[in-house]
Nanobody
């Protein structure tokens, strides 16, 4: 069974950190570009980071650059998102997704597999 399962979300204060995980099963994550998206209430889904399948190139949205780090562990078939210095505006449901084309597209229609999402709440 093919699936992506996120974990690691929670409730934190501004300035704190969280690490999200996205465990893949039924396929090899290393063969796909994978991205983290987030969606806050009333907002469109936003791609915040991706890692390509060919050369492991990473990219970040300006809103998280310098604070978030994407990585993956091939042996564990798991994607991670280290989130530091969290801000209230980072609060959203975070989802991971796998792109078979390998490029890390920002278009959600290019993604074949999606996780169910994990909630991140940042409050003062």
């Amino acid at each position: 069974q093919v699936q992506l399962v996120e974990s690691g979300g929670g409730l934190v204060q501004p300035g704190e950190s969280l690490r999200l995980s996205c465990a893949a099963s039924g396929f090899d994550l290393i063969d796909y570009a994978v991205s983290w998206f987030r969606q806050a209430p009333g907002m469109e889904r936003e791609q915040i980071s991706c890692i390509t399948s060919s050369d492991e190139t990473t990219a970040y949205a300006d809103s998280v650059k310098g604070r978030f780090t994407i990585s993956r562990d091939e042996a564990k078939n798991t994607l991670y998102l280290q989130m530091n210095t969290l801000k209230p505006e980072d609060a959203a449901v975070y989802s991971c997704a796998a792109d078979p084309n390998g490029s890390g597209s920002s278009d959600v229609v290019d993604y074949e597999y999606w996780g169910q999402g994990t909630q991140v709440t940042v409050f003062s």
